[in-house]
């Protein structure tokens, strides 16, 4: 008998290293990235059911979609395409990754979805395999399929292993307006104006520093190249990550496109410490603790038939 339910978590991510080569003919610029999961966690559940359906609950639920352009819809409808899958699914996703927020939540619900998939319809698809679906559906997606810490190419999804030992902690301070990451890059290239971009390369030294699981290394270490794009579209987040740094943080960024700031902390006490000093500080969105790496899974079986 088939499990009629299956739950799987994916996790959002913050990239330690963002570095943006120039503008592709498709539209998208080449990356190089380190990719660092951690765990704020994206819950998604699929219900052997009578046609396709959508249900969304958690963090900023009003503000996702449940139609056709749902993430998680889409990796379904993917993966029918590939598969030939006739049988019909309810999906409910429980959201805990900021939406809009350069975290990849979206992309995390798709990742979900896919294992959860594969694990309710038996299909024993190879890890490459769920990335080249995941790869059509978004840039990150390939990454939250698995998360941990991992280097990024091409687009954002092509994957390999990054070295990196020890727990980081985590200090993020949301902002209740998004920012979708196609007007961030279109900023990115707008600063850049006439000017010539080399090829994207990761710093060696965030490599050296992460292989160490030395916080005070990596810190100063953070580099995202959609910054300025981010304080020009929404220049208050220069003051969050000037505060953050201020305030005893060993690094601070916006995350990916934004409009997310994180900070790293020396330790968890030194992180909760931040956090509390932080909360004081009257931002409009949240301050949240997480702890990375984080990794994404399927979390159980549920035969309710
Ligand atoms: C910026 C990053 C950094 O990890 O993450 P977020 O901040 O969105 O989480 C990613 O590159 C975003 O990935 P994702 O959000 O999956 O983007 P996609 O849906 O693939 O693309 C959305 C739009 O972003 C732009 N885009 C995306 C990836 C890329 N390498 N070059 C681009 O120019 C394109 O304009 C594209 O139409
Ligand atoms: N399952 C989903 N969860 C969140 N957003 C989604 C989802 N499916 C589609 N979207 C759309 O994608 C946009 C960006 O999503 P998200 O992944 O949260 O942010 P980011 O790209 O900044 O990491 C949202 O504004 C929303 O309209």
């Not at 990454?143 to 687009?155: H, K, S, V």
């Not at 971009?197 to 100063?220: E, F, N, Y």
Request: charged share 20%.
């Amino acid at each position: 008998m088939e499990p009629a339910t299956v739950s799987a978590r994916a996790p959002g991510k913050i990239n330690l290293d963002l570095r943006v080569g120039p503008r592709g003919d498709g539209g998208f610029h080449e990356l190089v990235t380190v990719f660092h999961a951690v765990n704020l966690w994206e819950y998604v559940e699929l219900e052997l059911a009578a046609g396709l359906t959508c249900r969304v609950d958690g963090r900023q639920a009003a503000a996702v979609p449940t139609d056709s352009s749902n993430l998680a819809v889409r990796a379904i409808e993917e993966l029918r395409a590939l598969t030939g899958l006739v049988e019909g699914v309810a999906i409910t996703i429980h959201k805990g990754v900021p939406v809009a927020g350069g975290m990849a939540g979206g992309s995390a619900d798709a990742a979900a979805a896919l294992l959860a998939a594969d694990q309710l319809f038996s299909l024993g698809l190879p890890l490459t395999e769920l990335e080249r679906v995941a790869a059509r559906l978004g840039s990150d997606v390939a990454f939250c399929l698995t998360g941990g810490t991992a280097l990024g190419t091409g687009r954002g999804e092509l994957l390999a292993p990054v070295l990196a030992t020890g727990a980081l902690e985590w200090v993020l301070v949301t902002h209740p307006e998004g920012l979708s990451a196609g007007s961030v890059y279109a900023e990115c290239d707008r600063l850049r104006g006439e000017r010539t971009v080399p090829a994207p390369q990761v710093d060696p030294l965030l490599l050296g520093a992460l292989r160490q699981g030395d916080p005070a290394q990596i810190g100063p270490l953070l580099h995202n190249d959609l910054q300025p794009a981010a304080f020009s579209l929404l220049p208050a987040l220069r003051e969050t990550v000037d505060i953050g740094l201020s305030e005893g943080a060993v690094g601070g960024l916006v995350s990916g496109s934004g409009p997310t700031c994180v900070f790293l902390a020396e330790d968890a006490d030194d992180a909760d410490d931040l956090a509390n000093v932080l909360a004081q500080r009257g931002f409009p969105g949240e301050v949240l603790r997480a702890t990375g790496p984080a990794h994404a899974g399927v979390l159980g079986v549920a035969d309710v038939l």
